[in-house]
């Protein structure tokens, strides 16, 4: 069985920083990437990010493109997404996410079969 099990949110202030993490367990195929999504209060869930796992195709949302980095350990199995420079609109429940398949799409709307459950961040202004 597949899970994925976030950790690391909390409350920050703006301008702050954050690390969060994501440990994937239950793959039996070395193929697939992962993903950080979130869904803002009232808001639909938006993709942020997504990587394979050599990191031949890493992504990002616009709006968080040089302020979030995305990595992975493959030996911890372990993905973590690196926020700095926090703003209020970064508020959200932060979810990670894996599809069996060997690249992400450059064009967004990534699409995950397997969900953790959230961490949830909150950026006070």
């Known amino acids: 069985e597949v899970q994925l099990v976030e950790s690391g949110g909390g409350l920050v202030q703006a301008g702050g920083s954050l690390r969060l993490s994501c440990v994937v367990s239950?793959?039996?195929?070395?193929?697939?990437?992962i993903g950080w999504f979130r869904q803002a209060p009232g808001k639909e869930r938006e993709g942020i990010s997504c990587?394979?796992?050599?990191?031949?195709?890493?992504y990002y949302l616009g709006s968080v493109k040089g302020r979030f980095t995305i990595a992975t350990d493959n030996g911890k199995n372990t993905v973590y997404l690196q926020m700095n420079s926090l703003k209020f609109e970064d508020t959200a429940v932060y979810y990670c996410?894996?599809?069996?398949?060997?690249?992400?799409?450059?064009?967004?709307?990534?699409?995950?079969?397997?969900w953790g459950k959230g961490t949830p961040v909150t950026v006070s202004s």
């Open positions: 990587t394979d796992k050599n990191h031949d195709s890493t």
């Open positions: 239950g793959f039996t195929r070395n193929d697939y990437v």
């Open positions: 996410a894996a599809e069996p398949t060997s690249h992400c799409s450059p064009y967004g709307f990534w699409t995950m079969e397997y």
